[in-house]
């Protein structure tokens, strides 16, 4: 998937190394429609289709950094049928939607699964590949001695927990309320008069296009400010972003942390009018330090690990 279209860094892009070990042709999402019903910016998958007959790859990679929309599997797979490919499916930052029963999962679809442990998984930096008998020797043999030197028992320990605790049932109810958050954070920054790319998120993600809120501010900028005002978030590309990605005209949300923390709806009503009223402010210092202290009163609201302060 491109780079500017919602893709992984690692997918082959020019700056990462996978650009120097294989060559990759990259797909992007259909075109912006003024539909809100069928707004546009979704995986484009004639064009998938059209790649793959064109170029006959041997692999064929699904998945993203910035993309909100669910990814499906299947058309993927259906497509590396066609043209004799394998199909590897990175479900880095939806792992814990997965998991959780939230987003379809492409195990037993894909020939390869690799994600993040880190993320909505939330265990430990790090990840892990999954496969098949048929292509895990080489596989293994890749990451050792290949890639990897000893291995850091530590973090072979944090995922064993983590994936402990995506077997649990409260998982799966986690799961469904970071979606369910990402909506309402989602439909009230719309309500704040920004675009969202696709219209909408079915994942733990929006993408935010700021230029209906102001055409002159920057994701740059608004990180900036946002930061100053206790808001963590980052600037992002968006489709055919006429900015460079050091600059960009969007940003990037997620829901995973607010939801661990026992945020729900309520909460995401009042991040969406937080992050209005400091971009708005935005050369107000006073107005940017008075929702700082806001922020600090939501998140003392709820503390991580509030069992240890017993």
């Not at 910035?66 to 394998?86: M, N």
């Amino acid at each position: 998937m491109r780079l500017d279209h919602g893709g992984h860094l690692t997918h082959g892009s020019p700056a990462s190394i996978t650009s120097k070990v294989w060559r990759f042709v990259a797909y992007g999402v259909t075109p912006a429609r003024d539909d809100a019903d069928a707004p546009g910016e979704v995986i484009d998958f004639d064009q998938v289709a059209d790649l793959a007959k064109r170029e006959l790859p041997a692999l064929i990679v699904a998945g993203s950094t910035a993309y909100a929309r669910t990814i499906d599997p299947l058309p993927f797979r259906e497509i590396a049928d066609a043209v004799g490919a394998l199909f590897m499916f990175d479900a880095a930052h939806p792992a814990g939607l997965i998991a959780g029963g939230a987003h379809p999962s492409p195990v037993g679809v894909a020939d390869v699964v690799t994600f993040t442990t880190h993320k909505t998984l939330r265990g430990p930096r790090g990840g892990a590949i999954l496969c098949g008998a048929d292509l895990a020797k080489k596989i293994d043999s890749a990451v050792f001695p290949g890639l990897q030197g000893g291995p850091l028992e530590h973090i072979i320990a944090a995922k064993a927990v983590a994936f402990a605790e995506a077997a649990r049932p409260e998982f799966r109810q986690y799961a469904a309320d970071v979606v369910t958050n990402a909506a309402v954070l989602g439909a009230a920054m719309m309500a704040e008069g920004f675009r969202l790319v696709s219209g909408g998120t079915d994942n733990h993600m929006i993408l935010v296009d700021l230029r209906t809120f102001d055409p002159d501010l920057t994701g740059r900028e608004a990180q900036e400010v946002l930061d100053r005002a206790g808001i963590t978030l980052n600037r992002n590309t968006i489709p055919d972003d006429p900015r460079s990605p050091f600059v960009t005209s969007g940003l990037r949300l997620g829901t995973a942390a607010e939801t661990t923390a026992g945020m729900g709806p309520g909460e995401m009503q009042i991040i969406a009018s937080l992050i209005g009223r400091t971009l708005r402010a935005r050369a107000d210092e006073a107005q940017i330090a008075a929702v700082r202290s806001e922020v600090a009163d939501l998140c003392a609201a709820f503390p991580p690990y509030p069992d240890l302060l017993k």
